[in-house]
Structure formats: structure tokens, C-alpha cells
């Protein structure tokens, strides 16, 4: 283990500041870096899981906060700091607003608690972190490479619609009445601007294939599952029937969640088969 503390101090003291480690880490494949919200009275915990030799730098935090290493070991260099800390969990501390540059010594789960009655994850992050202006654009560029991949699943909608006889602007009518949403929320998923199209539900953490991920439908309300799931041809999702009626969104597929730190895994489903679903609930 000293020689992993070495090789993290290492890591990190060769980085100038946070914004240049920023710069270089964001031109590397970003690692896995699973991301869970938790809610309770007063008080949302943002929890990031950071594999052994993964080296990270935080977004800026813009208030003082209490920050726990639930699980593993860390090394930490504040902004304030001229070294790092060696954390060693479960270690509590309070950080003052600024970035963080981490380096995992082992396995960890590394928490940041907000005192706010915020229930939103992405509400939550955007009261309390500002994204610099290079994480955004990379971000942006990303975004446009991921929408020329889904191409294929953009052509299979309007296939879709063909078969369903109806245009677009005619299902997006449907679709986008929101007179029907229930405010159910997972801290498992968020909601992010979509490369297929809109909005759509993503995956911030390993989900297993088979999982109920959240409701879809209840009591013949839309939950955000229902609402704003984007369809594809390989869809990694499906809608699937309870016998109160109801309908759950399940993982397919084994699902990722975040890599870096990217709104996480988009959430797909085959309209065909929802739109299915839907006739037999309400034949």
C-alpha cells in the first residue's frame, strides 16, 4: 500500500491545478464512475464509487459542505491545501467551496452531503457544483458524435410511425402532454439532454440486466420512465406489465451507468413494444 500512496502523490503533485488536470484527464478513456443520489429530511448525499488507481479531479463545489469516505482509501488535495490528505474510511471532514483532485488507493465510495430539502439529483447538482467551461465543451463535442451513432435508431422512429400511422408532431403531441406525470424520481437515474432526441432518462450507476429500474406506469400515470424513455432499434429497456396493471421500466441488458463524469447510460426501450403494451391495458 505505501507504494500506492507513493504513486498517488506522485500522480497528483505533478498536476499544476485542477483546471490543467482537467484538461489532460479529459483527453484519456474515462473509467466507470457510478453515481447514486440518496434523500432525507433535509439532507441529499451525492455518492460517486471510484475504482483502486482511478485518479479524479471534482467538479467546483460552491459551498462548504460535509464530505464522508464511506468505503476504501483515498488520497485528497484540496484547493486550499498545498498537500494531499491520505483518508483512510470511514473519515469524515468538511471541504470549503473549491475542486478536489482524488486519487483511489483501494475501492472507494465517496460521499458529498448537502444540507438542502432538494429531492432532485440534477436540481441538487446544479445548486451546489458549477461544470467548467472545458467540461462542458467536451461534453458538447461528445454529444455530437454520440447523435451521428444514433442515426440508426432516429430512422427506425420514424419507421415506427409508418406502421403506427401516425406523423411526428402528432405522437410528439401525445407524448409531450404532461397532464398525466407523476412526480416519481429514482437516484438511480436522471434526466438529460438526449442524442436520439429531446430529453431522455439515463442510468447513473451498474444496473443489472432484469432489474425493475423504476416504475413506468402507475395507476395509469406516467412516472418519468413513461415519460421521457427515448426509443432505439438495440433498445437496452423494455416495459414490462405488473399484475396490478401497473408497468415497470426493466433493464435488458446489463447497464453501465456513468463513465468520467457524462450524465451516464441513456435509457432505450422499442416503441413497438410499448406502444403493444399500452393497446392490451387499455383494450
Not at 432516429?154 to 402532454?177: C, K, P, T, W
Not at 432526441?197 to 395507476?219: K, Q, R
Amino acid at each position: 500500500m505505501n507504494d500506492m500512496v507513493a504513486l498517488g502523490a506522485r500522480a497528483i503533485q505533478q498536476l499544476v491545478s485542477p483546471e490543467q488536470a482537467e484538461i489532460a484527464l479529459l483527453k484519456e478513456e474515462q473509467p466507470l464512475c457510478p453515481l447514486v443520489h440518496h434523500f432525507g429530511p433535509g439532507v441529499a448525499i451525492r455518492e460517486l464509487f471510484m475504482q483502486a488507481g482511478m485518479l479524479m479531479v471534482g467538479h467546483r463545489q460552491k459551498y462548504e459542505h460535509l464530505c464522508l469516505l464511506l468505503e476504501g482509501e483515498l488520497l485528497v488535495k484540496l484547493e486550499e491545501a498545498d498537500e494531499p490528505i491520505h483518508l483512510m474510511s470511514p473519515a469524515l471532514f468538511v471541504a470549503k467551496p473549491g475542486r478536489k483532485i482524488m486519487f483511489a488507493l483501494e475501492d472507494a465510495v465517496f460521499q458529498n452531503i448537502y444540507a438542502t430539502d432538494l429531492k432532485d439529483g440534477d436540481a441538487v447538482e446544479d445548486y451546489f457544483i458549477d461544470k467548467s467551461e472545458v467540461f462542458r465543451e467536451d461534453e458538447k463535442m461528445k454529444f455530437s458524435m454520440e447523435q451521428i451513432k444514433r442515426a440508426a435508431d432516429r430512422e427506425d422512429y420514424f419507421r415506427f410511425l409508418v406502421q403506427l400511422g401516425m406523423n411526428h408532431d402528432e405522437f410528439r403531441a401525445i407524448v409531450e402532454d404532461n397532464t398525466d406525470l407523476l412526480p416519481v424520481e429514482s437516484g438511480i437515474t436522471r434526466l438529460a439532454p438526449s442524442p436520439i432526441e429531446g430529453i431522455g432518462l439515463y442510468a447513473t450507476c451498474p444496473i443489472p440486466a432484469g432489474t425493475v429500474i423504476m416504475p413506468a406506469l402507475v395507476n395509469k400515470m406516467r412516472t418519468q420512465a413513461g415519460r421521457f424513455v427515448n426509443h432505439s432499434v438495440t433498445p437496452n429497456c423494455e416495459m414490462v406489465k405488473r399484475p396490478n396493471g401497473d408497468v415497470d421500466l426493466v433493464a435488458l441488458k446489463d447497464l453501465h451507468g456513468c463513465t468520467g463524469g457524462d450524465a451516464g447510460q441513456e435509457l432505450t426501450v422499442d416503441y413497438r413494444q410499448m406502444v403493444a403494451l399500452i393497446q392490451i391495458l387499455e383494450s
